[in-house]
């Protein structure tokens, strides 16, 4: 085969799989992207909160993973609410922000929010990265996984 037939071939793949490729949810996107970027606001609100009630209200069962501990299996939302409680008790969160927000595919998203926080007793600000899963559920985002990153 010849080399421009091989380049064009390549470069006819690339543009196939670039424009196969998932794109980030933009405001004003369309209806789910909406509601996404609405439900990833939501959720860094009520983190902010410590309202762990909130962020799991409406979820089918949640997976949690807490820093490098091993991921749960899906808990009921009180269980999963309790278990952050109990992670994030001892800080005083000064920002949460939604970085980015992403449909996977049809049935499934995830958002990515950084918290600015301090620990009980210092001064000292800390980062974590949340990941938040979502799947759609009634044409609605459902949150299913919760990822905190040290």
Known sequence: MSRALLLGAA???????????????????????????????????????????????????????????????????????LALRTFAADARELATEVTEVREVDATRAYAEVQRTYTGRGTSARRTQTLYLGWRWVAAAPRLVEVRVVP
Do not use: I, K, Y
Request: overall charge positive.
């Open 11 to 81: 470069a006819c793949w690339a543009a196939t799989a670039w424009a196969q490729a998932p794109a980030p949810a933009a405001e004003g996107a369309g209806p789910r992207s909406d509601s996404l970027t609405a439900a990833a606001r939501r959720a860094a609100a009520a983190w902010q909160r410590h309202d762990f009630a909130a962020l799991v209200a409406g979820s089918p069962g949640l997976m949690v993973r807490l820093g490098r501990a091993a991921p749960s299996a899906p808990m009921p939302p009180a269980q999963a609410a």
